[in-house]
């Protein structure tokens, strides 16, 4: 079975803090994505990377940035947190090729 | 426009009702298509694939239809445990596949 495994399934943190938030996929994917997900506004893609060391904006990269440095791993980092990052982040991961993707459990992450 | 979209309902039925939801994608392009599930407070669950000839997996009917760029999803004998929201997921063409998402349709299942 395919794994990915988020760091935090609840993260509590204050504005402006650097938070990061990690995931690892078991399965040598090549792609890994990261989307936030709010009420009414379904899942959209913040970055996502093809490769080791590589990353591409997604539709709401503002405030965000993102670290591939093996391929397993894909991180997303908040670097000054917002009450407005108030929401739910979901990594998923997909072979290369129009196959589906999946997801980790997610990570609530609430900034107060 | 929205690339991908979805009546967010609910579709409240009862068991062993027929239902259906439509998605519409705006990039002709697209190659591949998904039903995925989501229960409140989860990660989405690829439901299934949608294959051109359509595909059928159970009480699960996925169809294509590529002229008027839809797919629909039937769900035949509605259980309570149906209870979910239904991602249509479009994986957009471009240099890597991008899988994009439909905001969902909230289906209610009651006795």
Same mark, same amino acid.
Request: charged letters at 25%; a neutral charge; glycine letters at 8%.
């Given at each position: 079975?395919?794994?990915?495994?988020?760091?935090?399934?609840?993260?509590?943190?204050?504005?402006?803090?650097? +938070?990061?938030?990690?995931?690892?996929?078991?399965?040598?994917?090549?792609?890994?994505?990261?989307?936030?997900?709010?009420?009414?506004?379904?899942?959209?893609?913040?970055?996502?990377?093809?490769? +080791?060391?590589?990353?591409?904006? *997604?539709?709401?990269?503002? *405030?965000?940035?993102?670290?591939?440095?093996?391929?397993?791993?894909?991180?997303?980092?908040?670097?000054?947190?917002?009450?407005?990052?108030?929401?739910?982040?979901?990594?998923?991961?997909?072979?290369?090729?129009?196959?589906?993707?999946?997801?980790?459990?997610?990570?609530?992450?609430?900034?107060? | 426009?929205?690339?991908?979209?979805?009546?967010?309902?609910?579709?409240?039925?009862?068991?062993?009702?027929?239902? @259906?939801?439509?998605? =519409?994608?705006?990039?002709? !392009?697209?190659? #591949?298509?998904?039903?995925?599930?989501?229960?409140?407070?989860?990660?989405?669950?690829?439901?299934?694939?949608?294959? #051109?000839?359509?595909?059928?997996?159970?009480?699960?009917? !996925?169809?294509?239809?590529?002229?008027?760029?839809?797919?629909?999803?039937?769900?035949?004998? #509605?259980?309570?445990?149906? #209870? @979910? =929201?239904?991602?249509?997921?479009?994986?957009?063409?471009?240099?890597?596949?991008?899988? =994009?998402?439909?905001?969902? =349709?909230?289906?209610?299942?009651?006795?």
């Amino acid at each position: 079975d395919v794994k990915v495994t988020q760091s935090s399934r609840y993260l509590v943190k204050r504005t402006g803090e650097k +938070v990061f938030l990690e995931c690892v996929q078991d399965m040598d994917h090549e792609n890994m994505f990261w989307y936030r997900q709010d009420p009414g506004l379904g899942l959209r893609l913040i970055y996502f990377s093809y490769d +080791v060391k590589m990353k591409e904006k *997604g539709d709401i990269p503002e *405030g965000y940035s993102v670290s591939r440095e093996k391929k397993e791993r894909f991180s997303l980092i908040l670097e000054s947190a917002s009450t407005n990052q108030t929401s739910m982040y979901l990594c998923a991961s997909s072979p290369r090729g129009q196959v589906e993707a999946f997801f980790g459990q997610g990570t609530r992450l609430t900034v107060v | 426009r929205k690339e991908v979209e979805q009546d967010p309902g609910p579709f409240n039925v009862p068991e062993g009702a027929t239902v @259906a939801f439509n998605c =519409t994608y705006s990039n002709s !392009a697209s190659q #591949s298509f998904f039903w995925y599930r989501q229960d409140c407070r989860k990660e989405p669950k690829l439901l299934m694939s949608v294959y #051109s000839s359509g595909n059928e997996d159970g009480r699960f009917t !996925a169809q294509l239809n590529r002229a008027s760029q839809y797919i629909s999803l039937l769900i035949r004998d #509605s259980k309570l445990s149906d #209870s @979910a =929201t239904y991602l249509c997921v479009v994986n957009m063409p471009g240099g890597s596949y991008i899988p =994009t998402f439909g905001r969902g =349709t909230s289906l209610i299942v009651h006795p």
